[in-house]
């Protein structure tokens, strides 16, 4: 994007800004001081060059091999870099991805190299500026990267294409493909080869690990490889994961919904937002995209309002986006490792237990491991069965042999449930005063 156009975007911004209710204002405010480095448009990093135009996917385009860790509130003794990469859409066209690395200060060493996590987030928001890369926490911090480098792992994580990088070499806007899991699957295996084009330190093997968004990603991840073989894959872990959106509960699906319509209508030009939104549902998408609110300005301006008209989910572009996108009931290569709490309101338990059973019955000797996780909830999930996928993990490179348990695990607490702490409760800030550290 050109300087101008910049300027005219930050003053629309403003201008809507005004309009806001009070409670979006404070969150986008809020959203705002997360910002490692301003915002995107003025990040000269997530800009690519005409020339990127052609580059095959897996394509390295720009690097930041070390990047001032001082901006960001990662752990100690990690280390960041940087990097775009070209990836492929849903429908198949180049499409240039951003993404970071986190380095642990003493990474665990295979035969052929250092040992790769890859990180597919949850969802963080539908414009540019909802980049993982582009945060000062990186996301999901402890919940999964942090973790997944303490414990000595490289950690290759993307953005998804129409976070962070803005507009593709042809100075074309990208859009969000939210909950396009293919297309986010191509990302995170086109991300982790072009990372191991920058760094030759890095091994050939690696596991994916996805929640929410992610989760659907990852589980997409294993459908993929089943078509498209990537040599070094060793499996995938979907935690709370999205499969098949139009089947969960209302308010959820509408929310859900909402955030598929610009995918949905980049996929199929004939596709009319106003199709299936109310009046209100159309300005309500047009503000989130305007103000580039992530995911708790965006929730706090979808909620109370009639977002759908009654028969949306009839539309034959949802349903077609649908069969494109949906998990579950297709061929999955290599073990799948998929973990969901009883009482997550974000996603429904039973709509992951139906693609679980879907795929089991399609696909009986599938390597596809289904826990249970009674008494928690949505994010939760992620700390909950920490110990599980991280022991998972470790036996996929340790070449140990996988034994599913299709049945639906039950996982136990070691106190009653109530007893434990339900939600996160707490966010990560840079410290400003020297006793804040002490």
């Given amino acids: 994007m050109d300087a101008s156009a910049a300027v005219n975007d930050s003053r629309r911004r403003d201008e809507l800004n005004v ?38 996917p897996g394509t390295l385009i720009k690097l930041e091999r070390e990047v001032d860790s001082t901006l960001f509130t990662i752990p100690p003794a990690t280390a960041l870099s940087r990097f775009i990469f070209q990836s492929k859409a849903l429908n198949g066209s180049a499409v240039p991805v ?50 997944s480098a303490l414990q000595g792992y490289v950690v290759i994580a993307v953005d998804y294409a129409g976070l962070g990088v803005e507009r593709d070499a042809s100075g074309k806007r990208i859009v969000h493909e939210y909950l396009a899991s293919p297309s986010h699957a191509n990302d995170v295996f086109y991300g982790v080869q072009a990372a191991k084009s920058a760094f030759p330190e890095l091994s050939n093997k690696f596991v994916i690990i996805g929640h929410s968004q992610g989760g659907g990603a990852a589980w997409a991840a294993a459908q993929r490889q089943a078509l498209d073989p990537v040599e ?15 089947a969960e509960p209302d308010p959820i699906r509408s929310f859900l919904a909402v955030g598929m319509i610009p995918g949905i209508a980049a996929t199929f030009p004939e596709f009319q937002p106003g199709d299936i939104l109310t009046p209100e549902g159309e300005e309500r998408l047009d503000l989130i995209l305007q103000v580039g609110a ?17 028969d949306w989910t009839a539309n034959r572009y949802v349903q077609e986006y649908q069969k494109l996108t949906v998990n579950g009931g297709k061929k999955i290569e290599g073990p799948l490792l998929i973990m969901h709490g009883e009482t997550d309101t974000s996603l429904s338990v039973e709509v992951s237990t139906q693609a679980v059973n879907e795929t089991l019955e399609q ?20 700390t909950a069965s920490q110990r599980l996928w991280m022991d998972w993990i470790g ?38 005063q020297f006793y804040q550290t002490r």
């Avoid at 599938?366 to 992620?382: K, N, T, W, Y």
Wanted: net charge negative; with cysteine; hydrophobic share 40%.
């Fill in 19 to 56: 309009t806001l209710p009070d409670s979006a204002r404070a969150s986008l405010e809020f959203e705002e001081s997360q910002w490692a480095t301003g915002s995107v448009l003025d990040d000269s990093f997530y800009t690519v060059l005409p020339s990127s135009k052609d580059a095959a």
């Fill in 395 to 432: 036996d996929r490179f340790a070449g140990l042999e996988v034994h599913p348990r299709h049945n639906g695990t039950i996982l136990t607490s070691a106190r009653p449930v109530s007893a434990y702490q339900p939600e996160l409760n707490w966010y990560i800030e840079r410290a400003t």
């Fill in 232 to 246: 070094g894959y060793l499996g995938a872990v979907a935690v709370a994961p999205v499969t098949d959106p139009l």
């Fill in 363 to 382: 696909f009986p000797s599938s390597q596809l491991d289904f826990v249970r996780l009674p008494g928690i909830s949505h994010v939760p999930a992620l």
């Fill in 294 to 310: 992530c995911t708790t300005t965006t929730l706090t301006l979808l909620a109370g309002v009639q977002l759908l008209k009654p």
């Fill in 98 to 147: 951003s993404g970071f690395i986190l380095w642990p200060y003493s990474p665990r060493n295979l035969s052929d190299g250092f040992s790769i996590v890859a990180w597919a987030h949850g969802t963080s928001g539908l414009s540019p500026n909802c980049a993982p890369s582009h945060l000062k926490h990186l996301w999901q911090h402890f919940l999964g990267p942090y973790q």
